[in-house]
């Protein structure tokens, strides 16, 4: 089966995400939008998994989604926001860490400071929540829809690190490095 296009592992997260923007703006607090929330961070499995980051960063990753599926879950239902917010922000610190580290690894300088200011934000206002004001929190979701955007117009630049996506990426051509020299030669000898 051939792996996603990189471009569309970028794109559904961020089609996911604009939902609960908006609700941001226009029905602060509504419940609906953790539907569309959950989607966002299941789509996000895909992302981190194609994305080059080490397997710590990663495993940052995929923890942070798992707190924010739980936090989803736990919203819709009715668990008190004291605790619910608390729980979104520990796995925000997972996010900064897997957001920052893998846009670090990018080669495109938009995809990297983007992704570093988006990662910053959600890490730092959850070491900073009991004494500052929740709209400092608010540029982290534009910057994450910039950042999801550019990976997706300069996919070659989101790479690809998990060794067996790469592996079939190299085999079908569909990789975004063009293919790794393990997966041309792993080919080349199955051709023998």
Not at 18 to 46: K, Q
Not at 158 to 178: L, P, T, Y
Request: aromatic share 10%.
């Amino acid at each position: 089966m051939r792996p996603l296009p990189f471009p569309v592992l970028a794109i559904l997260p961020l089609i996911f995400f604009i939902p609960p923007v908006v609700s941001f703006a226009v029905d602060p607090g509504g419940v609906w939008a953790e539907y569309p929330g959950i989607l966002f961070h299941l789509a996000m499995l895909l992302l981190i998994s194609r994305m080059r980051a080490p397997e710590w960063a990663r495993a940052a990753g995929y923890g942070w989604i798992t707190i924010d599926v739980l936090t989803g879950v736990l919203v819709i239902n009715a668990v008190s926001d004291d605790l619910t917010w608390a729980v979104r922000l520990g796995g925000h610190v997972l996010a900064g860490v897997w957001i920052v580290t893998a846009a670090l690894l990018t080669r495109w300088l938009p995809i990297r400071i983007v992704g570093a200011l988006c990662g910053s934000f959600l890490a730092l206002y959850s070491f900073g929540s009991a004494f500052l004001p929740e709209q400092v929190l608010y540029p982290a979701s534009p910057l994450m829809l910039t950042w999801l955007a550019l990976l997706a117009i300069r996919p070659q630049d989101g790479g690809s690190q998990d060794s067996s996506s790469q592996d079939s990426s190299s085999q079908d051509g569909g990789g975004q490095d063009g293919g790794s020299s393990v997966g041309q030669v792993r080919v080349a000898e199955q051709a023998r």
